[in-house]
């Protein structure tokens, strides 16, 4: 099938169908590539499921979402190292402002009972939960990512902010709004200093998760990085999402990532420490 004009290629690799070949005969991917990685790594399989694949082990069964099924991509390649700056990526250390966080409260993307829950409490102001990330400074570009997902509320706000100490009184706040029925970012806006924010992305993971991401441009010579999750009640980006709660009002959330650079890279999951995905 990969012959043209009758002449059989010596080699063939094939990601997404997962073919290879080399000299006129079926191989398999060791067989035809050499792949190495000195850590542990995630992705997505068949069936949605987050795995993890161990170190040296080539991520090639590679799946994402396309609204309706999961569709093979085949091999994952991440040719420079991340790192995970949340030190507790199920947010076990997050501070928690008029909510309360409760584990282990629904099925996360892993397919495990590991979901966190954001509940609001019964006060009359913003509800949310944050972390104080040290990150690169000085015109760094930082992402921050979390899985969220409805639960009885559907609208929730992602705030990543830069306390840097020589720009406008030392804050620079950016700030995206993300609807969790729909699966769409319906705002951002920046609410103090100036801002840069680079990106608000959402992508489909399914079984009703999505993974929301944030990006900002730090300015001056702080290393601090605040991420707050805010529980909202309208789809309104607002500097505030306040309102009276009754304790019910819940998201559930899974995998908090903030890491240097441009875009979301594969989760690497946290536990008391921050965490180096190594590059394949």
């Known amino acids: 099938a990969y012959a043209a004009n009758s002449i059989t290629p010596q080699l063939v690799a094939d990601f997404k169908d997962g073919v290879y070949g080399k ?8 067989g035809v590539l050499n792949h190495t990685r000195s850590s542990a790594a995630t992705y997505v399989d068949s069936t949605g499921l987050l795995q993890t694949a161990a170190s040296g082990v080539a991520r090639e069964n590679h799946h994402v979402y396309n609204g309706s ?8 390649h991440e040719p420079e190292a991340a790192t995970n700056l949340v030190t507790q990526s199920d947010l076990s ?3 928690q402002t008029r909510s309360v966080l409760s584990f282990d409260q629904g099925t996360s993307p892993d397919g495990t009972s590991n979901a966190t ?5 019964t006060s009359t102001n913003s509800h949310s939960v944050s972390e104080i990330v040290n990150a690169p400074a000085n015109d760094s570009v930082v992402t921050a990512s979390v899985y969220l997902k409805q639960d009885t509320l559907r609208y929730a706000q992602i705030r990543i902010a830069d306390n840097a100490t020589n720009v406008n009184g030392g804050l620079n706040n950016f700030d995206a709004h ?6 769409v970012v319906t705002g951002t806006a920046n609410y103090s200093g100036t801002a840069l924010g680079t990106h608000a992305y959402v992508e489909d993971v399914g079984n009703g998760w999505y993974r929301c991401s944030i990006g900002l441009t730090k300015q001056g010579d702080n290393v601090r990085t605040d991420v707050t999750i805010y529980l909202a009640t309208s789809a309104v980006v607002s500097n505030n999402t306040g309102f009276t709660g009754t304790g019910t009002e819940s998201i559930l959330i899974y995998g908090a990532q903030l890491e240097e650079g441009s875009v ?9 420490s921050t965490v180096t995905r190594a590059a394949d």
């Open 178 to 183: 993300f609807d969790l029925q729909d699966g």
């Open 264 to 272: 979301p890279t594969s989760y690497i999951p946290t536990a008391g």
């Open 23 to 30: 000299n006129s005969a079926l191989s398999t991917f060791d």
């Open 93 to 95: 250390n997050w501070g």
């Open 117 to 121: 829950k954001q509940t609001a409490d």
């Open 69 to 76: 099924a999961w569709v093979k991509e085949g091999y994952l």
